[in-house]
């Protein structure tokens, strides 16, 4: 039972720290306009350092963006891994197929044209130069193709004899050391993902929300979700957030752009104020990268303008000091 317990408790704080490193990683992309992200496996990025901060993989973060719909995965390649670290880099080698040994050569057949020789290039004689002799003419073999003809490449094990084409490759991991072959190794895709810019504005404007609330909460406030007010001419109203404390109380209202257009930027905050001209409640509107001119307002209206979802929250507190 205390066994059952425990697991539970980690799997709520994993669940937490995956939670903070996809709200960080919506704030990140959507304020940065990131529109694809390539990932360079073995390799650090923002993304991996979002990842690391909670204590999760980077692959983790990313599954889980892609289950909320705001990245797209496309396999743009794929790769060999270590099995046992992850790398992606090695020492190639090659190997017998039939016992194993690592002693093998290389026999590349080759025909010379000029006086009808063939014989295995590896074992032709040099001159002084480096030029590859005739073993039959003792001449330089000349031009490729021209001159002298590959006809074939073969292998040898120098541990057995047999002759093969292909020979098994071994590959030595640069990190860790392992060493393996293609039936140990871990194969799979590597994913470039596409951003989907409106179904990460949701996402962070869930994030923003959810951040003003704590905000307002921490400095003794009541917030209530989804609350009713009672309009000027006396109807009921739902507006996203009410903060309370005491006799004092004020609608809140969050404000972004959407889209990198300053136009629908503008007009994003302008109804925003329009939402407020029918009550006479307080109402304070949080706005991130909100166009500046806006400085005329109703008067039971107060704004807090931040560069930055970040810069906007430490306003907030500020102001509720
Ligand atoms: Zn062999
Ligand atoms: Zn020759
Ligand atoms: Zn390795």
């Given amino acids: 039972m205390a066994g059952t317990g425990s697991l539970r408790h980690d799997e709520m704080v994993y669940l937490k720290s995956l939670a903070n490193a996809l709200q ?13 992200i390539l990932v360079n496996p073995g390799e650090d990025d923002p993304y991996s350092k979002i990842a690391g901060r909670y204590g999760i993989s980077r692959e983790a973060l990313l599954e889980e963006a892609v289950k909320r719909g ?9 790769l060999v891994f270590c099995p046992k670290c992850g790398n992606t880099s090695f020492k190639a080698r090659y190997a017998c197929p039939s016992c194993g040994s690592r002693d093998v050569e290389k026999n590349t057949l080759f025909s010379h044209v000029m006086c009808g020789y063939i014989g295995v290039l590896e074992s032709a004689p040099k001159d002084a130069r480096g030029n590859t002799l005739c073993p039959k003419c003792s001449r330089p073999l000349g ?7 590959k006809i074939g490449v ?28 293609h039936r140990e190794a ?4 590597i994913y470039r993902y596409s951003v989907d810019r409106s179904i ?46 005491g006799s004092e109380k004020f609608v809140v209202e969050t404000v972004f752009p959407r889209e990198d257009d300053a136009v629908k930027a503008r007009e994003e905050v302008l109804n925003a104020y329009g939402r407020t001209l029918d009550s006479n409640e307080k109402h304070l509107i949080v706005a991130v990268k909100a166009p500046a001119e806006l400085s005329r307002k109703p ?8 560069d930055s979802l970040e810069d906007a929250i430490r306003k907030l507190r500020e102001k509720l000091k």
């Fill in 143 to 149: 031009t490729q193709d021209k001159d002298w003809v």
């Fill in 200 to 245: 990460l504005a949701n996402a962070y404007g869930q994030v923003l929300s959810k951040r003003v609330a704590e905000a307002i909460a921490s400095k003794g406030y009541k917030v209530h979700f989804n609350a009713e007010i009672i309009t000027l001419s006396g109807l009921k109203k739902k507006v996203p957030m009410l903060a309370e404390k």
């Fill in 70 to 78: 705001f990245l797209k995965p496309v396999v743009a390649d794929r």
């Fill in 154 to 181: 073969t292998y040898r094990c120098k541990g057995c004899g047999l002759t093969f084409s292909v020979p098994s490759t071994l590959l030595e991991c640069t990190s860790c050391g392992n060493v393996f072959d």
């Fill in 24 to 36: 960080e990683l919506v704030v990140s992309l959507f304020e940065e306009g990131v529109s694809e």
């Fill in 186 to 189: 871990t194969y799979k895709e």
């Fill in 299 to 306: 008067e039971h209206v107060e704004t807090i303008r931040g």
